[in-house]
T-cell receptor, first 111, second 116 residues
């Protein structure tokens, strides 16, 4: 009965590779987000989607491309991975009340 | 700039004692929500408490309570009867409306250690 799930939980890859992280929520929320937590634990929004439509794109390099096939899913594809992309990526979803429910995070390590 | 400041990078408290974590924020909006999230070593982000800015009454959740001072843009978290399981990173955040959606703006976090 997981509310917001992400796969994989850990991802180790080489520089230059392309990888995807998947997110699914079973809460019936219309809005989904991607946040990045850097090595200093600072959390910053990357994208938000409302009912499959991109709403917020927070000056993220265009190597990052979110895709929302339906309102329960928001995937993150990253092209040409760089060392600086190493971080924990959190998916979140939100109903109208502004509270955001977070997934367990995906720790991405780029070697 | 829309920012959240947590002035205490680290705090420690004895088990069963009380500790207060500070947070100030800067927003030009009049209606917004404030949150404290807890992140234990498992890295799961757990909502501790939320406050609606239009409500004057301070939110409480069991051992957790806030001191919300809207004019001062201050939102501190008080943890009473601290338990070992309270050890974690604590993040203060507020919602910022953008393009018909809300995003969370986070502070840099306070690492809380609970000593037995």
């Amino acid at each position: 009965d997981t509310a917001v799930s992400q796969t994989p939980k850990y991802l180790v890859t080489q520089m230059g590779n392309d990888k995807s992280i998947k997110c699914e929520q079973n809460l019936g929320h219309d809005t989904m987000y991607w946040y990045k937590q850097d090595s200093k634990k600072f959390l910053k929004i990357m994208f938000s989607y409302n009912n499959k439509e991109l709403i917020i794109n927070e000056t993220v390099p265009n190597r990052f491309s979110p895709k929302s096939p339906d309102k329960a899913h928001l995937n993150l594809h990253i092209n040409s991975l760089e060392l600086g992309d190493s971080a924990v990526y959190f998916c979140a979803s939100s109903p109208y009340s502004n509270e955001q429910f977070f997934g367990p995070g995906t720790r991405l390590t780029v070697l | 700039a829309q920012t959240v400041t947590q002035s205490q990078p680290e705090m420690s408290v004895q088990e069963a004692e009380t500790v207060t974590l500070s947070c100030t924020y800067d927003t030009s909006e009049s209606d917004y929500y404030l949150f404290w999230y807890k992140q234990p070593p498992s890295r799961q982000m757990i909502l501790v408490i939320r406050q609606e800015a239009y409500k004057q009454q301070n939110a409480t959740e069991n051992r957790f309570s806030v001191n919300f001072q809207k004019a001062a843009k201050s939102f501190s978290l008080k943890i009473s009867d601290s338990q070992l399981g309270d050890a974690a990173m604590y993040f203060c955040a507020y919602t910022l409306s953008q393009g018909g959606s809300e995003k969370l703006v986070f502070g840099k976090g306070t690492k809380l250690t609970v000593n037995p």
